[in-house]
């Protein structure tokens, strides 16, 4: 069985801050990871994902997330967020079937 | 491109009435995933179709969800009859069936709000 957690519920932070959504994951099989992020009123548009190869992943709109295998995790980054950042955001694993997390609500302040 | 479409976007209905969602995949993407995303969580996974064929429906109540996608490109989801329960917004997803990486990527409708009063 596959399971994925995201440990924030909400993260908020500074215009142009740095930020980092957590995402750590559990499975007996290789997996595939991704990050999905929801904007208010829409359906999730794939930000990046991680099938094999360089651990150091980059997506759309400057982020970026790096596999730790020996840590499970799969964390996502972004050294300076904007207002339009403002969004949902979902780790996904994903062996025989996709697994969503709970997700991790970005709230960007001015 | 033109993207995933679903209809309606919103739906209110009372508890024990049916209800119905439609999805209409990218062209060409032979995978079509149902989601439901109750308030405050991620996406479940209801059913996934490859072509007109179920995959997987472990997760789909099926006492009363039920979903086709007879000539392997629009979907239809029920639900009859709705409980309160069933309150959230049911995604449409579909990918292209291919290598193991294109099958994992997959895009997104705006969804359905349900609201079961």
């Known amino acids: 069985a596959q399971s994925v957690t995201q440990l924030d519920s909400q993260v908020p932070v500074f215009e142009e801050a740095p930020v980092e959504l957590r995402c750590n994951y559990s499975?007996?099989?290789?997996?595939?990871l991704f990050w999905y992020v929801q904007y208010p009123n829409q359906g999730l548009q794939l930000l990046l994902k991680?099938?094999?190869?360089?651990?150091l992943v980059k997506g759309i709109n400057g982020f970026e997330a790096e596999f730790n295998k020996s840590q499970t995790s799969f964390h996502l980054r972004k050294p300076s967020v904007h207002i339009s950042d403002t969004a949902e955001y979902f780790c996904?694993?994903?062996?025989?079937?996709?697994?969503f997390g709970s997700g991790t609500r970005l709230s960007i302040r001015p | 491109e033109a993207g995933v479409a679903q209809s309606p976007r919103y739906k209110i209905i009372e508890k024990r009435q049916s209800v119905a969602f439609w999805c209409n995949p990218i062209?060409?993407?032979?995978?079509l995933y149902w989601y439901q995303q109750i308030l405050g969580q991620g996406p479940k996974l209801l059913i996934q179709?490859?072509?007109?064929?179920?995959?997987?429906d472990s997760q789909l109540p099926k006492d009363r969800f039920s979903a086709e996608r007879l000539k392997g490109v629009d979907s239809t989801l029920k639900i009859q009859p709705a409980k309160l329960e069933d309150s959230a917004v049911y995604l449409c997803?579909?990918?292209?069936?291919?290598?193991?990486?294109?099958?994992?990527?997959?895009?997104f409708g705006p969804g359905t709000r349900l609201t079961v009063t």
């Open positions: 997803a579909s990918s292209l069936l291919g290598t193991a990486e294109s099958s994992y990527e997959q895009y």
């Open positions: 499975s007996s099989v290789s997996v595939y």
């Open positions: 991680y099938l094999s190869g360089s651990t």
């Open positions: 996904a694993v994903s062996a025989s079937k996709i697994i």
């Open positions: 062209s060409g993407h032979a995978t």
């Open positions: 179709f490859q072509n007109n064929g179920v995959v997987d």
